[in-house]
């Protein structure tokens, strides 16, 4: 079945620094691949997405690039904030309409 | 911007008391999913709707946990009776499947269960 696999935190960082989340998946056929974001006390937020292979997604400052020959999506910031300590979840839509998978989600937390 | 609402924010009932969580999808999305969210357990998909129609309950436990759609406007997740190990954050989620636009979440409903 479809899964999702992320690097295991809590990642640390200070403030500044560059981020990269791994984000790995399996899946049938071409699934939309997502990753979300939550803060502390809300729900899941999207951040970007990108629906086909090459595509890249960025908001925020946050990118993902959509590597099928890699089946990759990781999530990479150049310099990141104390407010962008979050949890942050990778996530496929596979392309038959069925589940939105998950991955375990990445604590990270950002220090001044 | 549009929102996914549910209701109650939070929940704090006794062992064994019914517990109803309800949830609004955004006007026109057509697949509507249920998520658990504890610390030992990460997300956990509960029960999922496309049209209305329940098209995956498997992860739900069937003897207490049930899920349905009665319009458009409402889902409901129910537990009865409750247990202390259904404390957890509940989700709702909903999107319009295959529009590539992923899939906007409420805000959760906090539920313990004493």
């Known amino acids: 079945g479809n899964s999702v696999t992320q690097m295991e935190g809590p990642v640390t960082l200070s403030e500044e620094a560059f981020l990269t989340i791994n984000c790995t998946y399996t899946a049938t056929g071409y699934p939309s691949l997502f990753w979300y974001v939550q803060y502390p006390g809300e729900g899941l937020q999207l951040l970007l997405k990108?629906?086909?292979?090459?595509d890249k997604g960025s908001n925020k400052g946050f990118e993902a690039t959509y590597r099928k020959e890699t089946t990759s999506f990781h999530l990479e910031k150049g310099s990141v904030q104390v407010s962008d300590s979050a949890v942050y979840f990778c996530?496929?839509?596979?392309?038959?309409?069925?589940?939105?998978?998950f991955g375990a989600g990445t604590i990270l937390r950002v220090k001044s | 911007d549009a929102r996914v609402t549910q209701t109650p924010r939070h929940k704090v009932t006794e062992m064994g008391q019914e517990v109803t969580m309800r949830c609004q999808p955004i006007l026109g999305h057509n697949t509507v999913f249920w998520y658990r969210q504890t610390m030992m357990q990460g997300l956990e998909l509960l029960a999922y709707f496309r049209n209305r129609a329940p098209l995956d309950d498997s992860g739900m436990p069937k003897d207490r946990f049930s899920a349905e759609m009665p319009d458009a406007t409402l889902a409901t997740l129910k537990i009865q009776p409750s247990e202390p190990r259904d404390s957890a954050v509940y989700f709702c989620?909903?999107?319009?499947?295959?529009?590539?636009?992923?899939?906007?979440f409420g805000s959760g409903t906090r539920l313990t269960v004493v």
């Open positions: 996530a496929l839509d596979d392309a038959y309409g069925n589940k939105l998978v």
């Open positions: 989620a909903s999107g319009l499947v295959q529009s590539g636009y992923g899939y906007t």
């Open positions: 990108a629906t086909k292979a090459d």
